[in-house]
């Protein structure tokens, strides 16, 4: 057998992940592993296949992603001879090979809807078809599966079967980000370089204090894999040298130019804020157009109707309590934070209070915009 892989790290959420992940190893539970690109989604799901009675068998990744729609029921079922064009001689699919194992399907919510209900029989069953076969074959695989898509939102968009979903995350496992792991980020770090060193002969003379505290504050959008990848990177085109923070700068740019090198949740939730009254003042100037649209098409007799949002909020006169609401001609102006709110609520109620479109559509996280609701009350 292999060596066991491992999950590295000390910090609170990798170690509840750890103990999560031995609990569901003793079982068969079928168990889907969400997270972000790089975040070491087949590790883990490699940790639960060596520490399971299935450790012995066959641990088998398929990447849905990565496989055609036409050929991906093939492949996973497997195809006697004649099924098809080019199909010369009968062939095992993963899910046959599988058998008493560990089947790993990666971005599982990339699989065409069409194989999707095979899949589900399967799984429910355990029997299944060869493409082109008559007779069903039985089998008993171990299910992980792991997706960075928002499958539950993907089934209310119709693109993934809710009985699937539901089957699939009989345990749910969420790896955290990178970027929120802490010093676990130098733990990777160090593992990867022991790795890279005895790998390609190279003695490595470390990171300078500053450059080590660079790469706690980067943000990581690769996750580990990027850690991985930039830390053989290093090694090897700066060929074991210290690596200042100048040199970590550089291989960063070069890796993310659009991208900040620093996660600043401060400075992050000041854009979005940005985003937000840019989006009030757009809307603001269509609903002027409307107005003078309407006095245009309204006879002159008719006047045209309230609409909400007239001019910008005023400041307080030194001394008063109250902020001055009337504007020098005469209309009800409305204070910034009052326009936020609405402009949250009208987006809100556009797309039926889908936070995650409703967020989209402002330009801000799905984690300001709980705390707008929260403030608002809305």
């Not at 299944?128 to 928002?150: K, L, W, Y």
Request: one cysteine or more.
């Amino acid at each position: 057998m292999s060596r066991q892989v491992d999950i590295l790290g000390r910090s609170p959420g990798i170690l509840r992940l750890r103990e999560l992940a031995l609990q569901v190893s003793a079982t068969d539970v079928t168990v889907l592993i969400t997270g972000e690109t790089g975040s070491g989604k087949e590790v883990l799901a490699r940790f639960i296949h060596d520490h399971s009675r299935r450790a012995a068998k066959s641990f088998i990744p398929v990447n849905c992603g990565a496989i055609p729609s036409g050929i991906i029921e093939s492949e996973l079922f497997g195809h006697e001879k004649g099924a098809f064009t080019g199909a010369i001689l009968a062939r095992k699919g993963y899910f046959e090979s599988a058998d008493k194992g560990t089947i790993f399907l990666d971005e599982i919510g990339e699989m065409p809807l069409e194989t999707q209900v095979k899949f589900l029989r399967a799984i429910e069953t355990g029997v299944f078809q060869r493409v082109g076969a008559s007779e069903t074959i039985s089998t008993d695989p171990r299910i992980v599966a792991a997706t960075n898509r928002n499958l539950h939102q993907a089934v209310v968009d119709g693109h993934f079967r809710e009985d699937l979903y539901y089957r699939l995350r009989s345990v749910e496992l969420q790896i955290p980000p990178l970027r929120e792991r802490g010093s676990d980020i130098l733990l990777l770090a160090e593992h990867f370089v022991r790795e890279f060193e005895s790998k390609h002969g190279i003695s490595f003379e470390g990171f300078s204090p500053e450059a080590t505290e660079l790469l706690l504050r980067y943000s990581w959008p690769g996750n580990v894999r990027e850690l991985r990848n930039l830390t053989e990177s290093l090694l090897i085109l700066e060929r074991g040298k210290e690596i200042t923070t100048d040199i970590l700068e550089r291989h960063l740019v070069q890796r993310s130019r659009n991208k900040s090198l620093v996660h600043d949740p401060a400075r992050t939730e000041k854009n979005e804020l940005s985003l937000i009254y840019g989006s009030i003042i757009q809307l603001r100037q269509e609903i002027g157009e409307i107005r003078q649209m309407l006095h245009q098409l309204l006879p002159a007799r008719m006047a045209p109707p309230q609409l909400l949002l007239p001019g910008p909020a005023t400041p307080a006169p030194s001394g008063t309590c109250e902020p001055d609401t009337t504007s020098s001609s005469g209309e009800q102006t409305v204070p910034l934070d009052e326009l936020e709110k609405r402009s949250i609520s009208s987006a809100l109620v556009k797309f039926g209070g889908n936070k995650r479109k409703t967020a989209q559509a402002l330009g801000i996280n799905e984690r300001t915009l709980y705390r707008k609701i929260r403030e608002y009350g809305l």
